[in-house]
């Protein structure tokens, strides 16, 4: 088995799969690791524990300070989140990205704070390779909750999504996509560079430590599906094993940076669910059909309200509640009976990067979340808007999740300022050369909207910078 490689990427989501697949492309020699299983459309069935089972990693959990519980959720397989995420495709606002280099001291040049138009040429190629289109071919449950966005002044607009005209709305998103119409780096940047021979892809492959050698990424050590432990070297090493599993693979490695782990974003999310008398089939869609971006900004309430969906069956039995706690005996039997007239809204909140990743003393992960006061009014702000949007439109009851996250970001942030940042503007490591980061972890503040294609964009950025260093 070959144990040299021009570039290791670690991880194969929206960084590392588009990292390896571009650098693949341009003749370098790749090897991609992934902790997870490579399964591809063959597999993909609506079945929800089976996805859990091989698709995802397992439930983790924060519990915030004043008790509110986050539940973390991120693909663990070949592809990443994007194998099971909604494929919304939007960019960063402006807004969004002018707070990066007051975070970080981010700059594009070395003195010009760093602006979404540096992201512009990246965007547009990601989008053209994976085909973003709008949709707006609305379902009834759609049509059954517009009147109320635009009546309170935040109308519904259509999306923009990483999926092709094959795509069902069978409403399967996040059991991975049956008929491959949903665009995940598996089924494109890395699908196309191991047909051509250009790749090479160990899955099942658990990455231990990174090899540094006098200051300097020299490989990786990882143990193999076979449970073998083995070496790996290679010339430049890129982490992308998303925003709370890259600082512990670092601090592991031996990195000291006070940086590391630090300024998680969360952008917390919930779902809030009205029940109609009339039959929503709110699962039979593209789980996020259209959004209301009136709030979007801080000043404006800091939330964005995608609709429409439901959870899957178990998702939506066992995560539902209301202001007396969550629904048990009679009154949740009640609910999951009727669970082809609940219709939903998935409300999406700006947070300020208070988290934190932590390896304890026993090497065991933590993950501290402690919500400030602009955060806490956003998460109510944002609860009681779905619930006057969904009661407006006529349902006659209101339930909703706890938090979750699928969003996170920023733990090994990217800037100029080593004091505040993990890795400079290219990727690289400030206290490791050769050694650069390529997933979420880079985004030095949490996007008011889905980030995977700002990731997929910084990630090409990379991909550049690294062929061109080579």
């Not at 524990?49 to 991120?74: I, N, Y």
């Not at 990195?255 to 300024?263: E, Q, S, V, Y």
Request: charged residues 25%; glycine residues 10%; proline residues 3%.
């Amino acid at each position: 088995m070959k144990d040299s490689f021009d570039v290791v990427v670690v991880g194969s989501g929206a960084g590392g799969g588009v990292v390896a697949g571009e650098l693949a492309g341009r003749g370098r020699d790749v090897l991609l690791l992934e902790l997870g299983s490579h399964h591809t459309a063959a597999s993909f069935t609506r079945w929800e524990s089976k996805a859990a089972l091989e698709l995802m990693w397992p439930l983790r959990f924060a519990f915030a300070a004043d008790g509110d519980v986050v539940t973390f959720l991120a693909g663990r397989c070949v592809g990443g989140t994007t194998t099971i995420n909604t494929k919304v495709a939007l960019r960063a606002h402006e807004r969004d990205v002018a707070k990066w280099h007051p975070a970080s001291g981010l700059t594009s040049d070395g003195s010009t704070p760093f602006a979404v138009a540096d992201l512009a040429p990246y965007y547009d190629r990601v989008e053209r390779r994976l085909g973003v289109r709008e949709r707006t071919d609305w379902s009834a449950s759609v049509r059954t909750v517009e009147p109320a966005f635009r009546e309170l002044g935040a109308p519904l607009e259509a999306v923009t999504a990483y999926t092709d005209a094959n795509c069902s709305k069978c409403g399967s998103c996040i059991q991975g996509c049956p008929t491959n119409a949903g665009k995940s780096t598996m089924n494109t940047y890395i699908a196309e560079a191991l047909a051509r021979g250009l790749l090479e892809l160990r899955a099942d492959s658990r990455v231990e430590r990174i090899l540094v050698d006098d200051g300097e990424a020299v490989g990786v050590e990882y143990v193999d599906a076979r449970g073998a432990r083995r070496t790996v070297r290679a010339g430049a090493v890129v982490v992308a094993c998303g925003a709370l599993n890259t600082p512990q693979l670092l601090l592991r490695s031996g990195l000291t940076n006070p940086a590391i782990g630090r300024n998680l974003g969360i952008h917390p999310v919930r779902l809030v669910y009205g029940l109609f008398d009339e039959i929503q089939d709110a699962h039979m869609v593209y789980p996020i059909t259209a959004h209301s971006m009136a709030h979007q900004h801080d000043e404006d309430g800091g939330f964005v309200i995608e609709a429409t969906t439901v959870q899957d069956p178990i998702g939506f039995a066992t995560t539902l509640g209301d202001e007396s706690g969550p629904l048990w005996g009679r009154s949740l039997v009640d609910a999951v009976r009727r669970y082809r007239h609940w219709n939903g809204v998935l409300a999406m909140v700006n947070d300020e990067n208070t988290s934190a990743v932590v390896v304890d003393e026993s090497g065991g992960e933590r993950f501290d979340v402690a919500w400030n006061e602009n955060e806490r009014q956003r998460l109510d702000a944002a609860l009681a808007f779905s619930r006057e949007v969904l009661e407006r439109a006529g349902a006659r009851q209101v339930c909703w999740s706890g938090i979750a996250s699928t969003h996170v970001q920023g733990s090994c942030r990217m800037g100029d300022d080593p004091s505040r940042s993990v890795v400079d503007r290219n990727g690289e490591s400030h206290e490791v050369r050769r050694l650069f980061v390529g997933d979420a972890s880079l985004v030095p503040r949490t996007l008011s909207v889905n980030p995977s294609l700002t990731i997929m964009a910084l990630a090409t950025r990379l991909a550049d910078h690294l062929a061109d260093a080579a």
